[in-house]
């Protein structure tokens, strides 16, 4: 303490007010978090998860959305707004449906996969991304207009956490029911 007393000085001392930058401060945060061992970022976004009415029984699935979200969450409060992906689907952006998800090219997308995943016991990351790798070589269909229709489908979204990690946490029947909703006659 006297080294601090020493060294300050009244001429070193800006005129001009402190500035208080809300977005710095939520970025500083964003990287607090993404530090923390997983079980403490369970602990914070849990009450959050909880009283927007999120299952969060099985700890297994937990853990692996909070994963998955992660990167995307700055503060703990905006759990529930990622987090809901995995707990309800809402409808696809109008634009972003017309475009991938009910275009040819992404009905085939989609039709190709509802027959890959109905062959699977369960779904993996490792599983998902090889039926991605198989429609890609299959359908000759690569980049946005290989992976945005299934995005679509299974999130109504068009960003979002890794898409294998999505379709895993989701589960197989979960994932096969989204796709079916979306698939045209």
Same mark, same amino acid.
């Given at each position: 303490?006297? #080294?601090?007393?020493?060294?300050?000085?009244?001429?070193?001392?800006?005129?001009?007010?402190?500035?208080?930058?809300?977005?710095? =401060?939520?970025? @500083?945060?964003?990287?607090?978090?993404?530090?923390?061992?997983?079980?403490?970022? @369970?602990?914070?976004?849990?009450?959050? =998860?909880?009283?927007?009415?999120? $299952?969060? =029984?099985?700890?297994?699935?937990? &853990? !692996?959305?909070?994963?998955? =979200?992660?990167?995307?969450?700055?503060?703990?409060?905006?759990?529930?707004? +990622?987090?809901?992906?995995?707990? %309800?689907?809402?409808?696809?952006? !109008?634009?972003?449906?017309? #475009?991938? /998800?009910?275009?040819?090219?992404?009905? +085939?997308?989609?039709?190709?996969?509802? #027959? *890959? @995943?109905?062959?699977?016991? $369960?779904?993996?990351?490792?599983?998902?991304?090889?039926? /991605?790798?198989?429609? !890609? %070589?299959?359908?000759?269909?690569?980049? !946005?207009?290989?992976?945005?229709?299934?995005?679509?489908?299974?999130?109504?979204?068009?960003?979002?956490?890794?898409?294998?990690?999505?379709? *895993?946490?989701?589960?197989?029947?979960?994932? /096969?029911?989204?796709?079916? *909703? #979306?698939? &045209?006659?």
């Amino acid at each position: 303490m006297p #080294e601090l007393i020493e060294a300050f000085s009244l001429e070193r001392v800006g005129k001009a007010g402190a500035i208080f930058d809300l977005e710095k =401060l939520r970025w @500083m945060n964003g990287q607090y978090f993404r530090n923390l061992p997983v079980e403490r970022r @369970m602990e914070l976004c849990r009450p959050y =998860l909880q009283a927007a009415g999120y $299952d969060l =029984l099985d700890d297994h699935r937990y &853990r !692996k959305i909070i994963e998955a =979200l992660t990167p995307r969450i700055q503060v703990p409060v905006e759990a529930p707004e +990622k987090a809901e992906i995995f707990f %309800s689907k809402h409808a696809p952006e !109008k634009e972003a449906a017309e #475009e991938f /998800l009910y275009s040819e090219t992404g009905q +085939k997308v989609l039709r190709f996969f509802l #027959e *890959e @995943m109905q062959e699977l016991n $369960d779904i993996t990351v490792e599983r998902f991304s090889e039926i /991605l790798r198989n429609a !890609k %070589s299959t359908l000759g269909v690569k980049g !946005k207009n290989l992976f945005m229709p299934v995005r679509i489908a299974l999130t109504g979204e068009t960003h979002g956490p890794e898409l294998p990690l999505v379709a *895993e946490i989701l589960g197989k029947e979960e994932c /096969l029911n989204r796709i079916r *909703e #979306e698939l &045209r006659a």
